[in-house]
Each structure stands twice: as structure tokens, then as C-alpha cells.
């Protein structure tokens, strides 16, 4: 938690709600623990949507489908999601999910490693929501950023790691260190990146938001 557990209780008592459908399977997910996008980041990517009006999505984790689903609830009538999953088990009942809410038309899951799949796609995308395998992120990063659009946007989910990615490499269990580093390495890069912009906001398990910049930075003293 990266902030206080009670703040995020009383901001998530003022959500509204969802469809039937997406308060269900935000409900089976929980129930079979798939990790899905956090009430507080759902109601920002509801407003995101309504400001952007992205046409092309690409998601990078599908999980069980429950944030396409969102994204072709809440985005434009006629916007086209692509989302990629790698856990075979996981792919059928997201398949069955987009086909149960209605958006299947829609979404276009593709299975199989991102790291390779990114490669086959053709952009631009107005619209990329990475929330995958945190130490893949840094290596998705060069083909993400050739699929974005020159004025789309790139949100991260998850990057501050329940506030581990502050602490040092030796405050981390031994076997989460490499996720630490890499995502310490993705978030720099993204900062520090003379043709990137980017916010780290501590939203729900922490987002950065990326556009392309096409100014150049002075230099500090």
C-alpha cells in the first residue's frame, strides 16, 4: 500500500459503480485471485477514456479480460482493443468473457510472449495500457514505444511495487530483486528519456503516464 489505507477506502467509496457484467468478473477475479486493475485506477481510466477518445488500444496482459472489457465499456463505440496474454490458462476464459459482455467484435486477443508478439503488430496505437510481467516491462519498452503513436499515450500500471521500489535492492526479498532493479531501470528510462514525458503518479499500486515529447530539455545545473 503506498498510501494510507484509509484514504484509498473513502476515495473508493465514492466510486459509482460499474455494468452488472464488470462488477461480476471484477468479483470472480477477486474470488480466484487474478490481479486485475484496482478500483482507483479504473475510475481514473474511466475518465482517461472519456478525454483521450482512443480508436486503437493495444493492452499488453490481458489477465481474464476484465480491464478490455472495461476499456470497450467505457472508451469510444468504435474503438478496436488488441491485448496480449502469455498464460495459456488464462486466454480461453478471457476469450469466453468478451464474448459473454458483448464486446468480442471489438477485442482481438492475441496469445503468446509480448516480447515476440510486439514485434508482428503495426501501429500506431493512440492508446497503450501495459500491466504485465513487471520485469518484462523495461524490454518491451523499444517496440511499445514504436507501436505509440507520435501524440498517444502510455500508461504503466504498477510500477511502484507496494512501495518496494523505493527501498534498497538489500530491504528486498532476495527473490524479487530482479524486478526491482529492471523496474527501477524502466522508470528512469522513462523520466530521463530526452524524447519521452512522463508523470509517476502513486495511483493504486503506482502508474507512470508517457507521451512522446518532441522538445528538447535544457540542460540543469
Known sequence: MIIDERMVTYINSLDTGHTPFLENLERTAKQTKVPIIRREMQSFLKVFLKMKQPKRIL???????????????????????????????????????FEKSGFADHITLIPGDAAEVLKTLDGPYDFIFMDAAKGQYIHFLPEVLRLLDEKGV?????????????????????????????MREYLFELTHNEGLLTSVVPLGDGIAITMKSHEKREETT
Open 59 to 97: 493492452e499488453v496482459g490481458t489477465a481474464v479480460g476484465f480491464s478490455a472489457v472495461f476499456m470497450a465499456q467505457y472508451g469510444e463505440p468504435d474503438a478496436e482493443i488488441t491485448t496480449i496474454e502469455n498464460y495459456e490458462k488464462r486466454i480461453p476464459i478471457a476469450r469466453e468473457n
Open 154 to 182: 502510455l500508461i504503466t500500471d504498477n510500477v511502484l511495487q507496494d512501495g518496494d521500489v523505493i527501498e534498497s535492492r538489500f530491504a528486498v526479498e532476495r527473490r524479487n530483486r530482479t524486478i526491482h532493479k529492471r
